[in-house]
């Protein structure tokens, strides 16, 4: 039989507020633990929580990159249930009414632009952590977290294969990135998924029964957890099972999907509007106000390096994988006019490269756009070869300067003065009359020949189109 | 100085004059706790070093000309306001242990004033009684009668401020803890509408309708007081912004053309017949200060105790989930397992009347429940606002009996919640729609008890309501009558 496989993706992304989502304490990774957490995270008697303005902020700037719809007036609801972690034994989230309804997340996929329906967007707090290791039996709390503001984003069931899924994950992760509301840290735990999958025979309309996988803190582990879901839900169903609704955790080490807790489990939470906070009224000067200080989307940028730069839509997507990135290739041109093509090579091919050697984000990048600039230039007018380049490109890498001095001081400047050329070439067919009697026969293999010894008599800093102009030239008998 | 006779102001300006230092003030009071609270059970804790160090200061702030009306005044406090450095209990052995480590805004305020910490005041377990009979830390009992309850939940403040133990206290009401305990302990006590006094560091009960108020002799005491209380503070969400008010500004006006909302739900049945005379000669002392009687309808009145006993107790069940056992307060001795020790901890911790509001709650926001139980109360609760709007079209002040009875007897209503429950009827109305109410002593009825007539005013009324009580007060004087247990 042939199935098809139907995944919804929720994700939490930690919104980047310095402080908590209803208290003052700072969110910053990695402090002591219970370092960042005071009387309200704490969850003291007597404290109240006040909603952190810019965490709504960014909800609002999510929405609106979205193409989502922010509600006017949108509920708190307390979630209520016990864990040690939690400490006021309920999780301040949005229920019924969340702040961002609807939207969508353009997915591309091996060239196909596929359309993922968002359902909704809602703030609510992260909790803390609990230490299981190091309390010689006993468990620790860690409070530092708790009260982080989450946006929680869910999708629809859109995604028809789990490489859909990752790319979704993908396309999201940019989107909140770029938009600067997250800083997309899986490590951390700043951007975490969980993906509800199920499958069905192809054509049938009703959706199978499906499994919540948690624990997808990597992209390669998401694609890795769905697949083997899949394998197992059809595997199950084929030897005559039934799937049954539960959360799965998913075992990296093992590659394994295993059982966490049952439908039959599932708590009930209680959900009722939290007393303590007024319904959160975003007016629409505000949401102006956050649309005017968007920055350019992803896709729309994609699609003006397109036309305005003539670059192709493959070197255009790679350029806008991330914010970063396309902000450093836009400085670039700047300093490199007219060069779109041959400054989209440099920054995903060495620029990357160096990158991903030395493990830099392109924001911590050793080589400015203004000295890869300098460089380029020396390209566009002949100055140097791509392979002296490449060298001057190094030596920038490991002790800055700019791509003129390092030039004149390594002597590394291109010939192209003609007169000089025609020397070397004159000198060269003098030398060997033989092999220009053999080319001038019609044996053209020849050529390579004179390319080489010509390239050896000046250091390798000929310019090639100059040398093999002149060269065919003088060889032809001109 | 007679403690047992002399009001807050009067204290405030005999302290102003250098008659009487806040150090002597302090120490008479608190040989007055000595000697008689232990008869009556109304403070959890004093701290006599800690109020001398405060009085000290507040000396040398008067010393300095930088005084303020509270400063040098002692005041007790409801053990419900989180106290640096103070047991903070909520009446339960839950929070036997707490040791504040943070003040609640109100404190701070006092603080800020000036106002010395007296001690704080037993109350019914986290708020949630009408008798007092719940506190972990023992019955609270009746100045007037040690054989009857002070009322609830704030019985500590009442039964402190009737003996005179302290010149004012704090307190709160979710459905008439104030007013209820003001009545049954011939003082007056205010209510302020929603908002208006912040709930950070008021441990809490029912968010939506726990309001912090004070209870004192008089109405004009209740103003110089909450001119301390109030103010806005951005760290409770529900906290008003609004320009401050002088509570004792119009205290002096004359009534003439007022018109008094009687509800016939007040006043049909249910309330006894030394009330009910109490009641009706007030009525007639406002009519001669120039006063009209004006006959209105609160139709919803009978929906307000079960409406209340859906919300209050369901957002009960929510903020009482922090306690624990985790972070702070009462873990049980011996436990298996985390499930475990979350049980024992709490059935140790919580008493009854807590563990029933609790379950109740939890209830009443079940999955299959909720929409026929809490939804449905949050409707009855918008037509319950609805009849106070309506009502306000037509008169002035609404005016009634704070309680159906005088003080009742220990145990008598323990066995029977609900009848316990409908003790607060007249009460619970004004915090389901966050109006201000006021309780202010009208006479004595059965058995030499007091009686307490209550005013309910639109919102924001508060300066309006003290004048009303306050030119009542000028005109009688049950609001200086004691009890003999005081002026021992």
Redesign the interface.
């Known amino acids: 039989m042939d199935w098809e496989v139907v995944i919804g993706l929720e994700t939490h992304a930690q919104l980047a507020t310095r402080s908590k989502i209803f208290s003052g304490a700072a969110t910053a990774f990695g402090a002591t633990p219970n370092a960042q957490a005071c009387?309200v995270d704490?969850?003291?008697?007597?404290?109240?929580?006040?909603?952190n303005r810019t965490a709504v902020e960014y909800a609002i700037r999510f929405g609106l990159a979205a193409e989502g719809v922010i509600a006017k007036r949108s509920i708190f609801a307390?979630k209520?249930y016990?864990y040690?972690d939690l400490?006021?034994?309920?999780q301040i989230s949005q229920y019924e009414i969340p702040v961002v309804s609807g939207g969508q997340i353009v997915v591309e996929l091996e060239g196909l632009e596929i359309p993922v329906r968002l359902t909704r967007a809602h703030l609510e707090e992260d909790a803390g952590k609990s230490l299981h290791e190091d309390f010689h039996g006993l468990s620790g709390?860690d409070l530092n977290r708790a009260g982080t503001p989450l946006l929680e984003i869910v999708s629809e069931p859109d995604m028809r294969s789990a490489a859909e899924a990752v790319a979704y994950a993908r396309a999201l992760h940019r989107l909140v990135t770029w938009i600067g509301i997250c800083d997309g840290n899986m490590q951390e735990g700043s951007f975490r998924c969980d993906a509800n999958v199920s499958v069905r025979p192809k054509g049938q309309q009703a959706y199978g029964t499906r499994c919540e996988i948690k624990n997808l803190n990597s992209f390669r582990f998401m694609e890795k957890a769905i697949e083997f879901e899949i394998r197992r839900q059809i595997g199950l169903i084929e030897s005559g099972g039934n799937v049954v609704q539960e959360t799965r955790l998913y075992d990296p080490d093992r590659d394994e999907t295993r059982s966490m807790r049952s439908k039959e489990d599932a708590q009930?939470y209680?959900?009722?509007p939290d007393?303590?906070?007024?319904p959160l009224c975003i007016d629409v000067a505000w949401i102006e106000r956050v649309r005017n200080a968007l920055p350019e989307l992803p896709d729309a940028m994609r699609r003006r390096f397109v036309s305005d730069f003539g670059l192709s839509s493959y070197d255009a997507s790679v350029l806008t994988a991330s914010f970063d990135q396309a902000q450093y290739f836009q400085a670039l041109m700047h300093f490199v006019q007219g060069e779109a093509k041959l400054c989209a090579n440099w920054v995903s091919g060495e620029l990357s490269a160096a990158l991903h050697r030395d493990g830099l984000e392109i924001r911590h990048s050793r080589i400015t756009p203004q000295q890869l600039g300098g460089l380029l230039r020396r390209i566009q007018d002949g100055t140097l070869s791509g392979k002296m380049a490449r060298e001057i490109f190094d030596a920038l890498w490991s002790d800055g300067g700019e791509a003129d001095t390092l030039i004149e001081s390594k002597g590394l400047k291109q010939i192209s003065d003609v007169s000089t050329l025609e020397k070397i070439v004159e000198a060269l067919m003098a030398a060997h009359p033989g092999q220009v009697a053999e080319y001038r026969a019609g044996k053209e293999k020849v050529f390579g020949f004179f390319v080489g010894h010509a390239m050896k008599a000046c250091g390798g800093r000929a310019n090639p189109a100059q040398l093999n102009a002149i060269l065919k030239n003088r060889l032809a008998g001109k | 100085m007679n403690l047992a006779t002399t009001s807050l102001k009067q204290l405030a300006g005999a302290l102003r004059k250098r008659q009487v230092s806040s150090r002597e003030l302090a120490q008479a009071y608190l040989e007055r706790i000595a000697r008689l609270d232990p008869m009556l059970g109304a403070f959890i804790t004093t701290d006599h070093e800690c109020t001398l160090q405060q009085a000290d200061a507040a000396d040398s702030r008067i010393a300095s000309g930088t005084a303020g009306p509270l400063t040098g005044i002692p005041v007790a406090h409801k053990d419900i306001?989180?106290t640096q450095g103070w047991l903070?209990t909520?009446g339960s052995k839950m929070?036997s242990n707490?040791v504040?480590?943070?003040d609640?805004h109100v404190i701070e305020q006092f603080k800020a004033a000036g106002a010395l910490i007296l001690g704080k005041t037993n109350m019914d377990e986290f708020a949630m009684g009408s008798s007092n009979e719940t506190s972990f830390y023992g019955t609270v009992k009746n100045p007037w009668d040690l054989t009857r309850v002070p009322g609830g939940s704030s019985g500590g403040s009442a039964a402190a401020v009737a003996a005179r133990l302290a010149p004012a206290a704090t307190a709160t009401d979710t459905g008439g803890s104030i007013r209820q305990p003001a009545a049954l302990c011939g003082i007056s006590g205010i209510k302020p509408t929603y908002g208006l006094v912040s709930?950070?560091?008021?441990?809490?009960y029912?968010?939506?309708l726990d309001q912090g108020g004070v209870v004192a002799p008089s109405a004009e005491d209740l103003g110089i007081v909450l001119n301390t209380m109030v103010g806005f503070d951005?760290?409770?969400?529900?906290s008003i912004q609004r320009p401050s008010e002088d509570y004792t500004a119009l205290l002096e006006q004359p009534l003439h053309g007022l018109r008094i909302g009687l509800p016939k739900e007040f006043f049909s049945g249910g309330v006894s017949a030394d009330v009910e005379r109490a009641i009706e000669a007030a009525l007639q002392e406002y009519e001669r200060l120039g006063a009209t009687r004006v006959d209105i309808s609160l139709p919803n009145t009978a929906l307000s105790v079960p409406v209340y006993y859906v919300l209050a107790p369901?957002?009960a069940?929510?903020n009482?989930?922090?306690?624990?056992g985790?972070?702070?307060g009462w873990r049980a001795p011996q436990y298996d397992d985390?499930a475990d020790m979350?049980e024992r901890s709490r059935a140790q911790g919580f008493g009854s009347e807590v563990k029933r509001r609790i379950l109740t709650g939890?209830y009443v926001?079940?999955?299959g429940y909720?929409d026929a139980y809490?939804l449905q109360a949050q409707r009855v609760r918008r037509l319950i606002v609805n009849d106070f709007k309506n009502a306000f079209t037509q008169c002035d002040v609404i005016m009634g009996p704070s309680t159906p009875t005088v003080a009742f007897g220990f145990g008598e209503k323990t066995g029977d919640p609900v009848q316990m429950y409908l003790s607060d009827i007249f009460t619970i109305s004004v915090n389901l729609a966050g109006l201000p109410g006021l309780s202010i002593p009208a006479g004595f009825g059965q058995g030499g008890l007091p009686v307490g007539l209550q005013l309910i005013g639109d919102y924001f009324s508060e300066a309006h309501l003290l004048n009303l009580a306050h030119r009542y007060q000028q005109a009688t004087d049950w609001h200086s009558r004691i009890p003999a247990l005081a002026s021992a």
Not at chain 1, 87 to 90: A, I
Not at chain 2, 234 to 238: F, I, P, V
Not at chain 2, 320 to 324: A, I, T, W
Request: positive net charge; contains cysteine; proline residues 8%.
């Open positions: 009387a704490l969850a003291l008697p007597g404290v109240l929580p006040v909603m307390r209520n016990f040690p400490p006021k034994g309920y709390i009930d209680r959900y009722f007393p303590d906070l007024l | 306001f989180c903070t909520c929070l707490f504040s480590p943070y609640a709930r950070y560091g008021m441990i809490a029912a968010s939506s951005a760290r409770d969400s529900t369901a957002e069940s929510s009482l989930s922090r306690f624990d985790v972070r702070f985390l979350y939890t926001l079940s999955r909720y809490y």
